[in-house]
């Protein structure tokens, strides 16, 4: 089993600056990629950014080109996004996914808990 715990998140103003972890924990499974969706209230969950863990490619919501930065550590099987220049339509959940390979064989999407991040006007 397969579990991501994410960290981070919080109330910020706008214009702030907020970091949010998520580490992958577990046995026998590497990760194919890793990163971020949110979901605001009445909104469909919608993807923020992704992070493939061989190479550098990486993707990222028109909505946050520029502000927001992902990042890897892939000894410590951990994703981290970065997020400048906060709006207020940032508010949301936001919740970290692994596209994780089991050693025992097939490719599964695993969700951590989701972390709050709110950011006033």
């Known amino acids: 089993q397969v579990q991501l715990v994410e960290s981070g998140g919080g109330l910020v103003q706008a214009g702030g600056s907020l970091r949010l972890s998520c580490a992958a924990s577990?046995?026998?499974?590497?990760?194919?990629?890793m990163g971020w969706y949110r979901q605001a209230p009445g909104k469909q969950r919608e993807l923020v950014a992704m992070?493939?863990?061989?190479?550098?490619?990486?993707n990222y919501a028109d909505s946050v080109k520029g502000r927001f930065t992902i990042s890897r550590d892939n000894a410590k099987n951990t994703v981290n996004l970065q997020m400048n220049s906060l709006k207020p339509e940032d508010t949301a959940v936001y919740y970290c996914?692994?596209?994780?390979?089991?050693?025992?064989?097939?490719?599964?999407?695993?969700w951590g808990q989701g972390t709050q991040v709110t950011v006033s006007s």
């Open positions: 992070i493939i863990f061989s190479g550098d490619s990486t």
């Open positions: 577990g046995s026998d499974f590497s990760i194919n990629a």
């Open positions: 996914k692994g596209v994780v390979r089991l050693q025992r064989g097939g490719v599964y999407n695993y």
